[in-house]
Structures are given as structure tokens and as C-alpha cells.
């Protein structure tokens, strides 16, 4: 048990797992992901003692360096991250790196890479795994799985073993055609047990934690389902704006970032039936069951459920922020969602009738993830002259970031001769129970690769499930704008006033968390 604060953990049951030796090879190892993500990650399972002594990292990029110079760049990014730990730690954990020069779509390169790793395995006595880190553009997927495969590289025999993982990151595609061809390709090289198709969203602590909150306690299941929830909201809200990143969403805008995965995946965990077990093929089976029962959209009335909107200029905090179309690279007339908003409904048994309202933007006034349930009011209130319907309903809401925790509201008596009643918030945050620094993301969902593990990640069918609920969306927009416009929303707000319609239409309001 260890005590923090107001809280403790009694008790404790830890699936144990041993670190396995592998080696990880990062294309793109120049790139901002690697240096801000992967690499932070893999020093931080190092220091955990999750990551093999013999295990190693190969970097491959296109810029010309040696071991070194790789070493140098690593040391850099990693330097305030190291200065929690021994200084000698840093130091070890450099001389597992080395780095590859090459060109992505040049068989050459390939051949270059297979002779490094295959000298880098033998030295340090790995045969066990392999993983490539494709932390290039979304592009590239194809042909560089082509020639990992034409190169040998990704071969496993028939009981998978010597293991090769090849790990992507959305997007996986920007529709459902192109989504198809994708997973063509790649399964004309790989094995579907061999693609790890990461979505960052499931390395989240408090999302995680979604399935032991419903599976690992009894008071939950009971009433999770349409006899006792009204409504439930999750929320994605950002404050950043577009960044650097124009060239990629421009071309993606809201939807295809945030809903098709991010979100999706959240409902998904909110709402699919519990898995036989806590294995890969289970949950994802469950997962996918459930995606089959979401409710297309109504085409002919899309406005009424689903919002898009663009943010115009404005202020976060005190300064003051451009529009959208002011951004760096933004085509004047771009038409790109930046905020989205949709009533979506799940077609069985457990949910029929409780609308499921999803809302995600950038430069919105808060930087706040959450799932949000609120149940049903009380049927009946013994406390005359205070009426059912003037008490407010429970909520349980799942804080997913910044202050990963949960919260359930309640009704109780303020203290006090006379009888009065008010809602309670009974909360816990992560950040009280775990000393030190909060684990990323990141680090789970490698740690699950080397171990072989694919339960958090996405497997195609529900990628292609995904898709076929928001391509018709998508297409709607393109072909008949008119059907429902694009709307424009203050940076630093909450959003259109179209989406408060929505929720006014449906009774119920958006919460301000
Ligand atoms: C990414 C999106 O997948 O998720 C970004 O491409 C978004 O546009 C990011 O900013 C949000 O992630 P997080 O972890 O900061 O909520």
C-alpha cells in the first residue's frame, strides 16, 4: 500500500512482464516524433528496467550521420527528461544507439540496413524480435513495407518466430477506399498479427483505465446501460491551433484527425460489452462488434446531427490568436473542419436511445479530455416540496487529460439544521497517487509491442468499420456543402452556436469542464 495525500492503494495486483530482446529500428529517426515521443519513451522503460540490457535502437533517416552524431541528437532531446536519474544512466542508455543513413524508397538503403542490423543482432546474442517504428509520412507506408518485405526483413516463420512488428500511425488512410488499399498493401507483406497501428489516445492512462473501472469493479455494470444513463458526452478540446502542421491537416481537417480514431476508440470503450477476456482478440472483437452498431448518419439531415465549424481569430487567455485562414500555409478558401460535433446513436439492446454526443476542436478555451456520463434524473423525489426533476443528476466523469482522475457527482445534505440538498463532487486525481513523473502514452504501447501484445492497437476491421461511418459524412461535405455549411467559431470559445443548438434541440447542454 502506498499512501499520497488523501488517497492509497490497498493492495495491488500487477500482471508482471519481462522485458524481451529486440531490437527497434525508427524510420524517421531524424523527425520530431521520435526525438519528442519515441525516444523519451524507450529512456523511460530503460530506466523502469523495462527494456532489455541487450536490446538496441536503430535509427534510419535520410540525413547523413554517424553513430554519434545520432547519439548527440538523442542526448539532446533527452536531457531534461535524464536529469531525474543517475547521471551514468543517460550514458548507458546512448550506447545502445546507432543510426543508418539511407534513402526511404531505395532498395540500396535496404540492403544496407539488413547488413547493420543482422551485424548489430549477432554482437548482442538478439534473435528474438525485431520492431519497425514507421514515424515517416503516412505515404511512405507502402513502399517502405514493400521493401522491408523485398529486403527479407519482415520475415517470421510459419509460428512467428524469430517476431517482426511494424508499427504505423494513423492516418490510415482518408477514406474508406483508400483505407482498403492501404491494408492491401500491407497485408500483401505482413500478417495482420505483425501490424501495430498505434493510436496514442489508448496509451492514455485514464483510458486505460476505462475497462478496469467497468471490469474490475461490481457497482458500475449494473447500471451502464439505457436503463439508467441519460446522455453521454466526450470531449477533445485543444487550444493549440493548427501549428506547423498545415500541409497534413488541411487536408485531414477535424473528422479524420480526431473522430475516426481518437474519439471513436473512446466510445468504443465507454460503450462495448464486456470482452471474455483481456486479450487482443477479445477486445477487439468486442470493439468491433459495437462499431457495427452505431447508426449511420441520416444523410439527409446531417446538419442536425453533426457540426463542423473553423476557427476565426480570437484570444487564448490573454493573447490574441489568428483565424484558421490566417495560418501559416492555409489556403484562403480553405473549407478544413477544425471543429466537429456529432449526435451519434448506438442501434442494441444496451443502448438503444441514449445519444452519445462527441465533441473535439482546436483553439478551444480549454485544453480538456473527457468522457462524461450522466445518468437519469430520479423517478420520484420523497423530499416535498424539492422536486425529481430540480435534482441534478449523477455524473461520472472520466478526466483523460490534463488532470487524469475520475469524479461522480452526488446529491447530499449541506450540513446544517435545515433540510438542503446540493451536488457533491467526490473526486481522484492520478497525479496525487503517482510520485514522479506520469507515464506516457507512448511507453505502454511500445512496451506491448516488444512484448507482442496488440490489445491497444487498432486492428483493420475496425479501422474500415471507422471509416465507413464518417466517409459518407466526409463525401456529403465535399459534394453538397449546402447540406450542412461550414460555421465559424471564435479562437478561445467553445465552439459554434450551432453545437449548443444541437444539444438545445436534444435538451440537454454541453458541459464547460
Ligand atoms: C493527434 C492529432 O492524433 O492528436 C493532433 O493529429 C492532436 O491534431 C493530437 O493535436 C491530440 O493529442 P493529445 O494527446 O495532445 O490529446
Known amino acids: 500500500m502506498t499512501d499520497s495525500g488523501n488517497y492509497?492503494?490497498?493492495?495491488?495486483?500487477?500482471i508482471e512482464v519481462s522485458p524481451i530482446p529486440n531490437t527497434i529500428v525508427i524510420f524517421g529517426a531524424s523527425g520530431d516524433l521520435a526525438h519528442r515521443k519515441l525516444l523519451p519513451a524507450l529512456f523511460s522503460l530503460y530506466s523502469n528496467k523495462l527494456f532489455h540490457e541487450k536490446s538496441r535502437i536503430v535509427g534510419f533517416a535520410r540525413t547523413p550521420m554517424d553513430d554519434n552524431a545520432f547519439r548527440d541528437k538523442v542526448a539532446e532531446s533527452l536531457k531534461d527528461k535524464a536529469k531525474n536519474f543517475p547521471p551514468a544512466l543517460l550514458g548507458e542508455f546512448l550506447k545502445k544507439i546507432y543510426y543508418v543513413s539511407g534513402e526511404y524508397e531505395n532498395p540500396e538503403s535496404y540492403k544496407l540496413l539488413s547488413e547493420r542490423l543482422i551485424d548489430i543482432d549477432c554482437k548482442n546474442c538478439i534473435s528474438t524480435g525485431r520492431i519497425y517504428y514507421l514515424s515517416i509520412p503516412s505515404a511512405l507506408y507502402s513502399p517502405v513495407v514493400k521493401l522491408l518485405g523485398d529486403a527479407g526483413l519482415v520475415t517470421e516463420n510459419q509460428s512467428g518466430i524469430p517476431w517482426r512488428h511494424v508499427v504505423i500511425e494513423k492516418p490510415f488512410g482518408r477514406d474508406l477506399e483508400s483505407a482498403e488499399k492501404l491494408d492491401f498493401e500491407l497485408r500483401s507483406v505482413l500478417k495482420e498479427r505483425q501490424i501495430y497501428r498505434i493510436d496514442h489516445y489508448l496509451g492514455k492512462e485514464?483510458?486505460?483505465?476505462?475497462?478496469?473501472?467497468?471490469?474490475?469493479?461490481?457497482?458500475?455494470?449494473?447500471?451502464?446501460?439505457n436503463n439508467y444513463i441519460d446522455h453521454v458526452q466526450i470531449?477533445?478540446?485543444?487550444?493549440?491551433g493548427v501549428e506547423h502542421r498545415a500541409g497534413y491537416y488541411d487536408n485531414a481537417g477535424l473528422l479524420r484527425d480526431m473522430f475516426q480514431n481518437h474519439m471513436l476508440e473512446m466510445m468504443g470503450l465507454v460503450a462495448m460489452e464486456a470482452p471474455a477476456a483481456f486479450d487482443a482478440d477479445s477486445v477487439r472483437n468486442e470493439k468491433v462488434k459495437l462499431l457495427k452498431s452505431i447508426r449511420p448518419f441520416n444523410l439527409k439531415e446531417l446538419d442536425k446531427n453533426i457540426v463542423r465549424a473553423q476557427y476565426a481569430?480570437?484570444?487564448?487567455?490573454?493573447?490574441?490568436?489568428?483565424?484558421?485562414?490566417?495560418?501559416?500555409?492555409?489556403?484562403?478558401?480553405?473549407?478544413?473542419?477544425t471543429y466537429s460535433c456529432a449526435k451519434m446513436m448506438i442501434d442494441n439492446w444496451c443502448w438503444q436511445g441514449v445519444p452519445f454526443f462527441l465533441r473535439s476542436g482546436k483553439r478551444l478555451e480549454k485544453r480538456v479530455s473527457e468522457i462524461a456520463i450522466t445518468f437519469k434524473k430520479i423517478p420520484h423525489s420523497i423530499f416535498d416540496p424539492i422536486r425529481a426533476e430540480d435534482l441534478a443528476p449523477n455524473t461520472l466523469v472520466l478526466n483523460v487529460q490534463p488532470d487524469e482522475g475520475l469524479a461522480l457527482t452526488i446529491q447530499a445534505k449541506q450540513p446544517?439544521?435545515?433540510?438542503?440538498?446540493?451536488?457533491?463532487?467526490?473526486s481522484f486525481k492520478?497525479?496525487?497517487v503517482i510520485e514522479g513523473e506520469k507515464p506516457e502514452a507512448y511507453e505502454r504501447l511500445l512496451l506491448d509491442c516488444m512484448l507482442g501484445d496488440q490489445t491497444l492497437f487498432i486492428r483493420s476491421d475496425s479501422i474500415e468499420l471507422a471509416w465507413s461511418i464518417f466517409t459518407p459524412v466526409l463525401k456529403t461535405w465535399e459534394e453538397r456543402p449546402e447540406t450542412c455549411p461550414l460555421c465559424t467559431y471564435p479562437a478561445g470559445s467553445w465552439g459554434p452556436t450551432e453545437a449548443d443548438e444541437l444539444m438545445r434541440r436534444n435538451n440537454v447542454i454541453w458541459r464547460r469542464p
Not at 492509497?8 to 500487477?14: E, H, L, P, Q, T
Not at 485514464?206 to 446501460?225: C, D, G, K, S
Not at 446544517?416 to 467526490?426: A, F, H, T, V, Y
Open 430 to 432: 492520478y497525479s496525487d
Open 313 to 337: 481569430s480570437g484570444k487564448i487567455g490573454a493573447s490574441a490568436v489568428p483565424g484558421y485562414l490566417e495560418e501559416p500555409d492555409i489556403k484562403q478558401s480553405s473549407k478544413t473542419e
Open 206 to 225: 485514464t483510458v486505460q483505465n476505462i475497462l478496469m473501472l467497468r471490469f474490475a469493479n461490481r457497482i458500475f455494470e449494473p447500471v451502464w446501460n
Open 416 to 426: 446544517g439544521p435545515k433540510l438542503c440538498m446540493g451536488s457533491l463532487s467526490m
Open 235 to 240: 470531449t477533445a478540446a485543444e487550444t493549440v
Open 8 to 14: 492509497s492503494w490497498r493492495g495491488g495486483f500487477c
